[in-house]
């Protein structure tokens, strides 16, 4: 049997493509059809982000200035942010806009804002002469004790509206009708010797009541959650009827030895796809 040689290109040898790397540079790697890769798309997309007019419904404190950034219009007339703040959203602008959701909630539950709203909230009820700080100091203790006395029952009303899945903007303030019709002088005293616009009972009221009964709530869900040694994250995602994507987050964790589920909030995401969930 004959045996014949194949003869080979200079340079090349069999098998050197497979044992020896090639040191020519790779291509870029492009997706299907030859378009940017997903990588360069989201690098686009954040390029692309900007200030969305529409947070102003959530975040009706915003103060937004182009070219600059936000601000939070309450604490910049009220807050009395701490060193670590350096100045966001009072003196310096805050404009990241990837993390701009994630900031504003950041901002909306941090204690200099919410006791800059207090301070606001107090400035809106007194009296238009004299000066809010003198009426602030005359209040006796007294005083206080009875507001605060009143404002527990204001949040116990609503916190029974919500738990059984009542209407809490139209029933909040037949809730507390009924109550004075069965004899709390305390509500009955309030609602008649307080002005119009301090007898919070508006909708503006049940929705600020509301928002600190959500802070309370889901502050004691996360430190349970926190607090346990085997734990599990759930999501699941949906388009709602504005057809904004939403992302649910749910806790699964183990206490007192039972397996316990809690909410741990609801997420707007721009796009549905695993690179940008995960993150």
């Not at 609503?158 to 899945?165: A, D, Q, S, T």
Request: charged fraction near 25%.
């Amino acid at each position: 049997m004959k045996r014949f040689l194949i003869p080979q290109e200079p340079g090349n040898s069999a098998g050197a493509n497979e044992s020896q790397p090639s040191t020519s540079k790779r291509p870029r790697q492009m997706s299907e059809g030859g378009g940017p890769t997903v990588a360069e798309k989201m690098k686009m997309y954040k390029k692309n982000l900007k200030f969305n007019p529409k947070w102003k419904d959530k975040w009706c404190w915003i103060d937004y200035l182009p070219n600059d950034g936000m601000y939070c219009s309450i604490c910049k007339r009220f807050g009395k942010p701490p060193p670590s703040a350096r100045g966001a959203w009072v003196s310096k602008p805050v404009a990241n806009w990837v993390k701009a959701t994630e900031l504003l909630r950041q901002h909306e539950r941090s204690e200099w804002h919410l006791a800059a709203v207090e301070e606001k909230a107090l400035a809106s009820v007194a009296q238009t002469s004299g000066d809010i700080i003198e009426r602030m100091s005359v209040i006796s203790d007294e005083e206080r004790k009875k507001n605060r006395s009143l404002i527990k029952i204001l949040l116990r009303s609503l916190h029974y509206l919500v738990i059984n899945h009542s209407p809490h903007t139209t029933m909040f303030d037949g809730i507390i009708q009924l109550q004075i019709d069965n004899g709390i002088e305390q509500l009955e005293s309030h609602k008649q010797s307080s002005p119009s616009n301090a007898t919070y009972l508006s909708k503006f009221s049940t929705a600020e009541f509301l928002k600190s009964i959500s802070f309370h709530i889901e502050d004691n869900i996360l430190v349970r959650f926190k607090s346990s040694q085997f734990y599990s994250i759930m999501a699941d995602e949906s388009t709602d009827i504005s057809s904004k994507e939403e992302l649910a987050i749910c806790g699964r964790w183990l206490e007192d030895g039972k397996a316990v589920e809690g909410f741990l909030g609801l997420v707007h995401v721009h796009e549905v796809n695993a690179e940008a969930l995960t993150k």
